[in-house]
């Protein structure tokens, strides 16, 4: 078994898929509750709670985006400080160089513009995209993760085999179909 | 439209009974993926070539010969292009507005509509940031409003409202384009994994960008896509309020008014919400997209560009009033001719356009009808074109100067630059029609998760 590097989950395991996000979370519940924990949750529309049940909090993207325009603002408003009055003062009737209120749309519009750009960036990063190919692609039924399906993935706990454990966990039948992912 | 009468019941649901999420994704992305393109299409699809072709001599005759095939002279040296822009600047601000605004707040019925407007604020932006590079002239060196090295050792104007402008667009570009294709990418993958043809496969799963839709993605998706409603709601009104800050900031009769920002965000949003409705009106018929866009969106749509035309009216008003009452002499003389002067017609066309028209849909049956609704839209985007026609040329005309009064005539490669840019958006818009999911599949399937679990409409 060869955990695959950045997807958090390995070639091997199980893919549970579910009609409803309310099925899928109650198994999600069961899931962990049993102990597993190398648990990936693939839905068409962001569900709430599966970020409580996986415990997981959202990274440093704020913080990231904050400092991007923290930094896009004093840079703006450096940039602009330089050309105007210190490379090349212009004295127009004794008017002040450091005209700062001028300069504060430009300023406030390239905080923006780090804003975006760094957001983005970092959403890319976070996200690892662009990413066109990765295994659970390849996993049957995986197409209906973006449509109406909601998937599981429970990822192979080595040394152990959970065949009978998940088989009661994720009773086969209705709005609910498991998939063995072979390596 | 049907004479049943819409209670209110009707009017408060923002999706049909019977749509399911799948039934959304389905329609939606087969819309792009299996439907024959149909005939409409076509036509539309070529006369925007046509206008497109005429946009490419127009713009090649201007680089050709230079400002001079305008009419613009000495004073009046702002014209077409430079009310084009605040035009198709203004006319964006819908899209931003609908997606940023009212994603802060958590407005139900802004999730059928937003790839709409969105896709409608991308292409406008297009053709708005064609507009002052073209005017420039020698539009060559256009790259000398950027901050760059140079062996002169200049600097760009910083302090002027035209290069705060510059800035602003700029970023306002890079903004809408970025919200808009973030807010593709969940999309984007559905219709991969739905495509059968190869190049669909290829093409759509390049533009995914790998999206895989795990809990990892959502959470980032789901902050970065508040942050940047967060911050496109402000951007938006402060590149208006920049627009109005170049004609503010100049010392021209007319123009040097202190209400101009927030006039012209007013009227960036009244042209923006009346560019939506000419858009939803036919195309909710047209891809069959009534089960989602619903009576409720044409009404909500109707009521914002009422509110718009009232904020906007209510400037009107200052605009004659505020230089009566300050008593300076060559701004009563704009007035004046506004009033009664050459421009006299378009100026009240305008007025009656934009200000009395749209009185209208206070009425909920006139709101309702939705060709009366399209004219009126209609209406109001003209009148918008003709405000910013009249206010560019209107000051100018009557500057301080009496021996310059001039009367501007726009030539007919003015009106080919006009015509041509409708025909930029026009075939930006048909192509995103027929290339990209056109209603928000995935907000969709949250949202109809949403009702069925609240258990309401």
New interface residues.
């Given amino acids: 078994m060869t955990a695959h590097r950045g997807t958090?989950h390995t070639f091997r395991g199980t893919l549970a898929a579910f009609d409803s996000?309310?099925a899928m979370l109650e198994a999600l519940r069961r899931l962990r509750q049993e102990g597993f924990t190398r648990l990936?949750?693939?839905?068409?529309?962001?569900?709430e709670e599966?970020?409580d049940l996986?415990g997981?909090k959202?990274?440093a993207?704020?913080l990231i985006?904050v400092a991007a325009g923290v930094l896009g603002a004093v840079g703006g408003f450096a940039?602009?400080y330089w050309?105007?009055v210190l490379?090349?003062p212009l004295n127009i009737g004794g008017r002040p160089l450091n005209?700062w209120p001028?300069?504060s749309?430009?300023t406030?519009?390239?905080a923006?513009?780090a804003?975006?750009?760094v957001?983005?960036l970092a959403?890319?990063a976070?996200?690892r995209?662009?990413?066109?190919?990765?295994p659970?692609?390849d996993a049957p039924g995986?197409?209906?993760?973006?449509?109406?399906r909601f998937l599981i993935w429970i990822a192979e706990r080595e040394g152990r085999d959970d065949r009978d454990l998940l088989q009661r966990l994720l009773p086969h039948g209705e709005g609910v179909r498991i998939d063995e992912v072979p390596a | 439209m049907s004479p049943s009468p819409e209670t209110r019941a009707d009017l408060d649901r923002v999706v049909e009974p019977g749509v399911t999420a799948l039934s959304v994704t389905v329609h939606v992305s087969d819309l792009v993926l299996e439907r024959r393109t149909p005939r409409w299409w076509w036509i539309g699809f070529g006369l925007s070539l046509g206008l497109l072709g005429l946009f490419v001599v127009a713009l090649g005759w201007l680089f050709f010969r230079g400002v001079g095939v305008w009419g613009i002279d000495w004073p009046v040296a702002w014209g077409f292009a430079i009310g084009n822009y605040v035009w198709w600047v203004g006319m964006a601000s819908g899209g931003t507005l609908i997606s940023a605004l009212f994603f802060l707040t958590r407005s139900d019925w802004r999730s059928a509509t937003s790839r709409i407007a969105e896709t409608m604020t991308v292409f406008c932006v297009a053709c708005a940031g064609i507009m002052p590079v073209i005017h420039l002239g020698r539009w060559w060196y256009f790259y000398w409003l950027f901050p760059y090295p140079n062996t002169m050792a200049l600097w760009p104007q910083f302090r002027s409202p035209l290069h705060w402008d510059f800035v602003a667009i700029l970023v306002y570009v890079i903004g809408s384009v970025l919200f808009w294709y973030v807010g593709l990418l969940p999309d984007l993958a559905t219709l991969r994994d739905r495509a059968r043809r190869r190049w669909q496969r290829v093409l759509y799963g390049l533009l995914a960008l790998g999206w895989q839709g795990s809990s990892r993605h959502w959470r980032q998706f789901k902050i970065l896509y508040g942050l940047f409603a967060a911050l496109m709601a402000p951007l938006v009104c402060s590149i208006h309020s920049i627009v109005g800050l170049d004609f503010a900031g100049g010392l021209t009769p007319g123009w040097h008014e202190t209400q101009f920002p927030p006039y012209f965000v007013f009227g960036a949003a009244l042209s923006g919400f009346a560019v939506v409705l000419m858009l939803v009106i036919p195309l909710r018929r047209a891809l069959d997209l009534t089960g989602v866009i619903t009576l409720r969106h044409v009404d909500v749509l109707a009521r914002l560009l009422l509110t718009a035309s009232l904020l906007l009216t209510y400037c009107y008003l200052m605009e004659v009033f505020m230089p009566l009452y300050r008593g300076e002499e060559h701004e009563i003389t704009v007035v004046m001719a506004e009033l009664g002067g050459y421009y006299a017609p378009w100026y009240w066309a305008k007025i009656i356009l934009n200000g009395v028209v749209p009185q209208l849909l206070w009425i909920r049956p006139l709101r309702l009808n939705r060709p009366l609704l399209f004219l009126v839209a209609l209406g109001v985007v003209v009148g918008m074109w003709i405000e910013r026609y009249v206010i560019v040329v209107g000051g100018l005309h009557r500057n301080y100067t009496e021996s310059s009064w001039f009367v501007f005539m726009p030539t007919v490669w003015d009106w080919a630059t006009l015509a041509g840019s409708v025909g930029l958006f026009l075939t930006g818009f048909f192509l995103a029609l027929r290339f990209i999911p056109i209603v928000s599949m995935f907000e969709l399937r949250e949202l109809l998760h949403k009702k069925k679990t609240e258990g309401g409409r």
């Fill in positions: 958090g996000p309310d990936e949750v693939y839905s068409p529309h962001a569900v599966v970020d996986l997981r959202p990274r993207l704020p985006v940039l602009q050309g105007m490379s090349y005209s001028a300069f749309t430009t406030f519009e390239l923006a513009l804003i975006l750009l957001g983005f959403f890319c976070f996200c995209l662009p990413r066109l190919y990765d659970i692609f995986f197409e209906h993760a973006s449509q109406e």
